[in-house]
């Protein structure tokens, strides 16, 4: 089976199988759901061994529905790491609602993500009240950086998910400590279907380098910035040019704030700043590409990006 096999429209619909289920090799579509910068991208890439989903301290980091994919003797896991589910105020939050709704109304497990360190909240019940949308899919606890919490509190935390819903399974885990990490790709696993392997054994992911480094610059850039910033800045790349006689990678790319007062502080005194989120995304960009990398980046304007249905479809929204 090659890539091409493998669904590709973003929402989870199977690929039709060509051959039968061998034993009780199983293979299906989970989404990890929650409040943002609960650990979603963060346990993706753990799971799938390889960064894979951007991650940063900033809510609303992850912006499409980015498919991971975890191999395992038992079974094969393809993880579609979403947006954060909230409450939007602005069209470019309706389109990343839009992809979490599309997303689960097709996939066979959600594991809803809740950190160890945090009371439940309103944004927790209301995430566990639009649950009731997708019937189709099985429901599974995910209680998420434990390593930050005491002993007592993580039982009290258990206590209180178990008492949202009836759940298929509870699994308190670390992404960053890799606790219980095993445990959680058991259950996952034993939830869905049985199936031949969707995707060859090597693939990892389904997002073309493209994607994936516009997503590692917007990781950099997201670096150190306010707390508004974060959801103003958007990458898009004009050129890859592989020079081959250098052992070197150039690329342009494009970083767009919605105003100039962003912008300024993006370049920061001198071009220091962009010169760091720069330097912090080469360092991400060489281990995918295999080369040294040029990277050439400007910083533009699109005022108010985030509200025009144009612009946001000239970002790729």
């Known amino acids: 089976m090659t890539t091409d096999d493998a669904p590709r429209d973003g929402t989870g619909e199977r690929a039709a199988a060509t051959a039968e289920p061998h034993g009780d090799f199983r293979a299906g579509f989970v989404s990890f759901v929650g409040r943002p910068n609960v650990g979603k991208s963060t346990l993706t890439n753990a799971l799938v061994g390889e960064k894979v989903a951007i991650t940063s301290s900033k809510p609303q980091t992850t ?54 360190n945090e ?6 019940r209301y995430i566990n009240e639009q649950l009731e949308s997708f019937p189709r899919a099985k429901k599974v606890a995910i209680v998420t950086k434990i390593d930050a919490a005491s002993r007592p ?34 259950e996952l696993i034993r939830l869905l279907p049985k199936s031949v392997p969707l995707y060859p054994a090597d693939a990892v992911t389904e997002e073309v380098l493209e994607d994936r480094i516009s997503e ?3 990781e950099a850039a997201l670096e150190g910035v306010s707390e508004e910033l974060p959801h103003s800045i958007a990458v898009t790349l004009d050129d890859i040019i592989e020079r081959d006689d250098k052992d070197l990678v150039e690329i342009y790319a494009n970083l767009f704030v919605e105003r100039d007062s962003q912008k300024g502080i993006i370049i920061g005194h001198q071009g220091s700043r962009l010169a760091d989120v720069g330097a912090r995304a080469r360092a991400s960009i060489e281990p995918l590409v295999g080369k040294q990398v040029f990277l050439s980046l400007r910083v533009k304007v699109a005022k108010e990006w985030q509200r025009d249905p144009k612009q946001l479809g000239r970002l790729g929204f």
């Not at 038992?74 to 997303?103: F, K, S, Y």
């Not at 009371?119 to 927790?124: E, H, L, R």
């Not at 178990?162 to 219980?180: H, K, N």
């Open 63 to 116: 912006r499409r529905a980015i498919r991971g994919i975890a191999h395992q003797k038992a079974g094969q896991l393809i993880l579609v790491d979403t947006p954060g589910m909230h409450r939007p105020r602005t069209l470019l939050g309706e389109r990343l609602n839009a992809i979490v709704q599309d997303t689960l109304g097709e996939v066979d497990v959600i594991g809803f993500c809740l950190p160890a």
């Open 119 to 124: 009371k439940i909240g309103p944004g927790d």
């Open 153 to 186: 509190a993580v039982a009290e935390q258990l206590l209180a998910v178990s008492a949202l819903r009836d759940w298929e399974a509870i699994v308190p885990i670390s992404a960053t400590s890799r606790i219980q990490l095993d445990t959680l790709t058991t």
């Open 216 to 218: 590692l610059i917007r």
